[in-house]
């Protein structure tokens, strides 16, 4: 009967312990030939004509008439059913528990999305790893223990804010959608940072306790806000000055290609919490101090991590060229890290965070040899 | 042919950037109205230059000298001496990129030769979120013709 050969077709369903009567509807629309057509009546705004702009028809298109209001609070129904779409009743709820607008949002987000879209790059492709040479012994080693911390923290901001995804009601699906863009670009840097310690007559250096501990704490944040401050506000800002330090302290273009590549990306997912704390906090002001208490802790891990070897030495050998330099590597360290704590209070202020006050980050890299005892984590 | 900063030598390098077309699209789109200011060397006679820059999608889409910055609103602005532009450009010229240390990346992040002015972090990403464009659209500049 059919064109298509399925294999062993006689079998299928011979054991099957559910027999399914067919629906009323099969039934008539067999035996008449004639079709239902009811949901044609039954649609959402109808007559939407979106317009492509001149870089194609992006989501900010499509925010059009009811398909462009974002909901303070999302659907009761707590299902997959597209926002704007008709809702039937009985939809099966999937329990979302993040289901207010502050609680997730960023007024950036869908314009974050199609950028990150657009922006994809390949390792393997984009890196011009034909032209990456062997290296002063030194450099390698340092390159690859750097290589091995990106490798080791990358992905925690997609295993991390990944988790409160799927918590997300589906009306706010542009903060999803970033999101799903962010793991994939973590999956990406995790992927590049391997490639590079693999490829050029080194290997793996060591993991980092206190790295995993940073880890940790931004997987059990309490809430999304909360690990959005930790994550994407300190740890991805870090870690974006650790990309353009990358690109700097890059032996080769093949170096400097993948921190270049990366510190974009990095610099969307910064762009994404920065905007959400600043919604938040200004649907619930009270959030700031759960935020607070997320970076105070947070902060601390930092300077602890600032306090071993395999974290300062391979940033200051890359940074003056050799462990010969390494002096000039620490004072160029040194004028780093006020960027750092700069930059990091500069995007606290833009979220609406008045972190200054509380932040226990010496803008002085010198002092981090005076950390006072009870800022050691416990 | 204009000079560098004139408004003709960037619109010229938008003009090589549609032509590149694939090329910067693979990088894909930036939306960014930023302003690169050109600082007299020390003993120069010549007056700063500020020119207010607009890349939009994959195309730059405005060149212009720039009186009022407010009124230009960027989103960052690019500030060096005219020595380390030079620099940066011979290098272009001479192989097709600036070496690594002078890229627009490592300049501004130590602050010293090149540094960005903005009122907004959030804004000033867009340096580091378009990086890639605004080098490349830079490095265009060995296709210019000599002058």
Request: glycine fraction near 8%.
């Amino acid at each position: 009967m059919g064109s298509v050969h399925i294999k062993d077709e006689e079998r299928i369903g011979s054991e099957a312990k559910v027999k399914l009567q067919p629906s009323v509807y099969l039934q008539k629309l067999y035996e008449t030939g004639t079709p239902d057509l009811g949901w044609m009546d039954n649609m959402a705004e109808w007559g939407v004509r979106a317009k492509p702009g001149n870089l194609g028809l992006r989501l900010k298109d499509i925010q059009i008439g009811t398909y462009g209001q974002i909901p303070d609070h999302g659907g009761d129904h707590r299902s997959m059913a597209p926002r704007g779409a008709v809702i039937p009743e009985g939809l099966p709820s999937l329990g979302f528990t993040l289901n207010e607008k502050a609680e997730v949002w960023a007024d950036n987000a869908a314009e974050l999305y199609e950028e990150a879209v657009a922006r994809q790059w390949s390792s393997a492709r984009d890196i011009p790893w034909s032209e990456l040479k062997p290296l002063p012994d030194d450099l390698e080693r340092a390159m690859c223990q750097l290589c091995t911390f990106l490798t080791e923290v990358e992905f925690i901001a997609a295993d991390a804010p990944t988790r409160w995804m799927s918590q997300m009601n589906q009306d706010f699906f542009e903060v999803k959608m970033f999101l799903a863009t962010q793991a994939m670009d973590e999956a990406r840097h995790m992927d590049v940072f391997r490639k590079r310690a693999l490829a050029n007559g080194g290997g793996l250096g060591t993991a980092s306790v206190l790295s995993e501990l940073s880890l940790k704490r931004i997987f059990d944040a309490p809430s999304f806000s909360a690990q959005t401050g930790r994550l994407h506000l300190l740890g991805e800002g870090f870690v974006l000055t650790m990309f353009r330090q990358g690109e700097f302290i890059a032996p080769s273009r093949v170096d400097q290609e993948i921190f270049r590549r990366c510190m974009q990306d990095e610099s969307r997912h910064v762009g994404y919490g920065t905007m959400h704390l600043r919604a938040q906090l200004r649907a619930n002001p009270d959030v700031a101090e759960e935020i607070h208490e997320q970076l105070d802790d947070a902060e601390r891990i930092l300077l602890e991590t600032f306090s071993i070897p395999e974290s300062v030495e391979p940033m200051a050998i890359l940074m003056g060229g050799g462990v010969k330099n390494f002096d000039k590597g620490m004072e160029l360290q040194g004028q780093l890290w006020r960027r750092i704590v700069h930059e990091y209070l500069q995007r606290c202020d833009s979220a609406g965070l008045d972190r200054r006050p509380r932040c226990i980050l010496p803008t002085d890299f010198s002092k981090l040899v005076d950390t006072p005892q009870d800022a050691v984590v416990s | 042919m204009p000079s560098f900063p004139e408004p003709g030598w960037f619109l010229a390098l938008g003009r090589l950037m549609e032509a590149e077309g694939a090329r910067f699209q693979r990088l894909g789109f930036a939306e960014t109205r930023f302003a690169v200011r050109v600082i007299p060397d020390e003993g120069d006679n010549g007056g700063e230059n500020l020119v207010g820059l607009i890349i939009d999608g994959y195309r730059l889409s405005d060149a212009k000298f720039v009186g009022q910055l407010e009124a230009f609103d960027p989103d960052f602005v690019i500030c060096a001496r005219r020595s380390v532009w030079n620099r940066m450009l011979r290098e272009i010229v001479e192989t097709g990129r600036p070496s690594l240390r002078h890229t627009l990346s490592s300049l501004a992040l130590m602050g010293e030769e090149m540094w960005l002015e903005s009122s907004d972090q959030l804004r000033e990403d867009k340096f580091y979120r378009y990086n890639q464009t605004l080098q490349e659209l830079l490095n265009l500049a060995s296709q210019l013709p000599a002058h």
